[in-house]
């Protein structure tokens, strides 16, 4: 049973350029979690999608962060005209249900902003 | 405030010793208390999880002690092992009320 998946594991984008995360989520998981994390920092929640919904997007940027979970496919995050701010791991996660707080990271993608 | 205090960031243990790591929260509608575990370059992974109606959860060298009245909970790593040298996270959640809070992390240190 594969674990959750993340594409690409290393990202570099120049300033200006848009950078496209994805995730797949275990078998048999529809809710899907994406977190930032900063270099010596915790991991803060950006966006909680289930299919073809988003749930919650406190955490996300208003501008140039958008996130997306289509009916069939992966889970896209993605990132408009980057800064080099937006340089850290994305890390994604999955759960079977919304209530057991029960979450499966991936192995994340680096992103790095010249 | 949603925030999850922990405590300490770095820790240096002697091989076979006890590593402890703290954590305190304010929210009294947090119900679930995972751990979890990151080596670099990697995701983080689930490591053993407590709900508030226990006291202490104990898997192999792993335990978690909860104190609901001072609100607080631990990870406690008997015989630690240089494998276990590795950043820990402790989190928080309202069950499908709010999403996963973490603290800033610990990184352990087990030396030979």
């Known amino acids: 049973n594969a674990g959750v998946m993340q594409n690409p594991r290393h990202l570099v984008r120049r300033r200006g350029q848009e950078a496209r995360l994805r995730c797949s989520p275990m078998k048999g998981h529809s809710h899907v979690y994406w977190y930032r994390q900063l270099p010596e920092e915790g991991l803060k929640f950006m966006v909680y999608l289930q299919k073809e919904n988003i749930i919650d997007e406190s955490g996300m940027p208003k501008e140039r962060f958008s996130a997306e979970f289509p009916k069939e496919g992966p889970s896209i995050l993605r990132i408009q005209q980057v800064v080099r701010g937006d340089s850290a791991a994305y890390f994604c996660?999955?759960?079977?249900?919304?209530?057991?707080?029960?979450?499966?990271f991936g192995p994340g993608t680096r992103l790095l902003v010249l | 405030q949603q925030q999850v205090k922990q405590s300490p960031q770095s820790l240096i243990v002697q091989k076979g010793g006890i590593s402890i790591i703290n954590c305190a929260y304010e929210?009294?509608?947090?119900?679930?208390f995972p751990w979890y575990q990151q080596f670099p370059g990697k995701g983080p992974a689930l490591l053993i999880a407590i709900r508030p109606d226990v006291s202490e959860k104990k898997e192999g060298r792993f335990t978690i002690s909860f104190n609901k009245s001072a609100k607080q909970f631990s990870l406690h790593i008997m015989d630690s092992q240089p494998g276990d040298s590795a950043t820990y996270f402790c989190a928080a959640i309202d069950s499908g009320n709010t999403p996963l809070v973490f603290g800033k992390g610990t990184r352990l240190s087990v030396i030979a």
């Open positions: 996660a999955s759960s079977q249900t919304a209530t057991t707080g029960t979450q499966y």
């Open positions: 929210n009294t509608a947090f119900d679930y």
